[in-house]
């Protein structure tokens, strides 16, 4: 998402790039905290389905909204938009960090065996290269091919929340922690 967001901020939503700066580094300070609150949030989290897969059922939907959100600009005006901005930005780094964190999480929690993990770690960071690939490739085609605007990036992140939905679900149904 973060490869085409400042284009959509700045080229199709027409806020200022400076402005758009802003937003984003008062943002990563902010996710600072976040990280840290969802490192605790996880530890805390008690259940038969472990502490970090019931993360990915909780957040599967919610991430697909809030992709949606974040590519989504409703007329507000200049002000408006900024605060829509900042809102659903934010709102994206504290689910996308619920779900992430869990994701990571996960690796050492369903082996012991340090060599298992070493390859589901570098298993994880390939897919996740040819993911991000992938969709850098993609993504502008199926906008343009969905109405090209405001509508196309929509429609595309409609897809996009759609699919990473679908795939943080069989995550979640095709793992299982180990006791620790």
Do not use: H
């Not at 700045?10 to 937003?23: F, N, R």
């Not at 298992?116 to 570098?122: A, G, P, Q």
């Amino acid at each position: 998402m973060t490869t085409f967001l400042t284009y959509f901020y700045t080229d199709v939503a027409g806020v200022a790039a400076a402005t758009v700066g802003t937003i984003l580094l008062i943002s990563r300070i902010l996710d600072g905290v976040i990280d840290i609150g969802m490192g605790v949030a996880m530890d805390k989290t008690k259940s038969k389905r472990g502490k970090a897969r019931l993360w990915l059922l909780w957040m599967a939907i919610p991430f697909a909204i809030s992709a949606v959100l974040l590519f989504t600009m409703p007329d507000l005006g200049t002000t408006g938009k900024i605060i829509y901005i900042f809102i659903t930005y934010n709102l994206v780094n504290i689910i996308y960090t619920s779900i992430n964190m869990p994701c990571g999480a996960l690796n050492s929690l369903i082996t012991q065996n340090q060599y298992e993990r070493s390859i589901l770690n570098i298993f994880r960071m390939l897919m996740a290269m040819i993911g991000a690939i992938v969709v850098s490739t993609v993504t502008t085609p199926i906008v343009e091919a969905l109405g090209d605007g405001r509508q196309g990036w929509q429609y595309t992140f409609m897809i996009y929340g759609a699919i990473a939905a679908v795939l943080f679900f069989i995550t979640f149904r095709s793992t299982k922690a180990v006791p620790q």
